[in-house]
């Protein structure tokens, strides 16, 4: 039996990624009390599941418990930082008061975990077991409780959330409605909208409306700009799967046909018929340009409201991009 290889592609390039952050000490020990709250979120749960809980925690989403539990180490820094950012917004000055600090990483940090929860259950990576609707159930329990707290203090706090909340529901289950990279990439914004309640009921509280949509503008461009380097470094999976990535609304129709028909282990011409598009069109370097654009433009929206240290964590991370092979 003729053994078939599996295609070249992409994501197989391990230079595709983001640039290194180096945190500041004051972010490192963020980070931690992030993970805290992580911990915190598995002992709410019924005692009998506290170790199936972690388990799942460390094998399906490869978090380290050795030397010391590290659920946020996976998130680009941005992800998490941005609310320890907006706390110390005035020269480092806490701008909130402890008790609503604690109320914006728990809700923050469940956001962060039910986004890929919430996707690996709806596409089927992961089974609709006991456990995995138990996690899912507990954490939207334990986001909404924290943030109704928050809203408290936000004119039209609450329907904000609700506002939040209804966006990504109204975007999850749908196609971007203009069929183009720019499209997508407005289409995702509401699809992470659940991430973007913390930051922007933080900013309002902390420096008003104005502060708020530099904010959220600016999450909004990281948050692209992270999902198109997923595209990126899940070009195989995306493409025996039929799933509809940044890569596929960059390729011409007839080639869009090609990536939507069911794939077969056998396939390797419709592979590198997709392949061939992609290089030739010249789509690994137009999504890498991309993605330096969001993340420029965040850290310029970040910088013109003096939040200096996200500013310089989001060029680390575009610098890469500054020129960009060709990765075929």
């Not at 199936?52 to 180490?73: L, S």
């Not at 003096?306 to 991370?317: N, V």
Request: hydrophobic share 45%.
């Amino acid at each position: 039996m003729e053994i078939i290889p599996p295609p070249i592609v992409p994501s197989a390039d391990p230079s595709v990624r983001f640039g290194q952050v180096t945190l500041t000490e004051e972010a490192a020990l963020f980070r931690h009390a992030m993970n805290r709250e992580m911990m915190a979120f598995f002992r709410s749960l019924p005692p009998s599941t506290h170790t199936d809980a972690v388990v799942f925690c460390m094998q399906h989403f490869r978090t380290p418990f050795f030397p010391a539990f590290d659920y946020f180490r996976n998130y680009p820094s941005p992800a998490w930082s941005v609310i320890h950012w907006i706390e110390r917004h005035d020269a480092g000055r806490l701008l909130l008061a402890t008790e609503e600090g604690g109320l914006a990483r728990t809700a923050h940090a469940m956001a962060l975990f039910l986004h890929p929860l919430d996707d690996h259950l709806n596409d089927g990576q992961l089974p609709a077991t006991h456990l995995h609707l138990l996690l899912r159930s507990q954490a939207w329990l334990r986001m909404h409780a924290a943030l109704e707290q928050l809203a408290l203090g936000v004119p039209e706090g609450a329907a904000l959330v609700r506002g939040f909340i209804d966006a990504y529901y109204a975007s999850i289950g749908s196609p971007p409605a203009i069929p183009t990279l720019d499209g997508y990439g407005t289409h995702f914004r509401n699809q992470m909208a659940t991430g973007l309640i913390v930051p922007v009921l933080m900013a309002k509280t902390a420096a008003g409306d104005a502060f708020a949509a530099a904010l959220e503008s600016a999450y909004c461009a990281f948050g692209i700009a992270w999902r198109l380097l997923d595209d990126l470094q899940d070009m195989a999976a995306d493409m025996a799967s039929g799933s509809h990535s940044a890569i596929y609304f960059c390729l011409p129709a007839a080639i869009q046909k090609q990536w939507d028909r069911p794939s077969r282990r056998d396939d390797r011409a419709r592979h590198d018929t997709i392949l061939t598009a992609v290089k030739n069109g010249g789509i690994v370097e137009t999504i890498s340009a991309k993605i330096r654009a969001e993340l420029i433009q965040a850290a310029s929206a970040v910088e013109a409201v003096q939040m200096t240290g996200l500013a310089e964590e989001l060029r680390c991370l575009a610098r890469p991009f500054t020129e960009v092979p060709d990765r075929i």
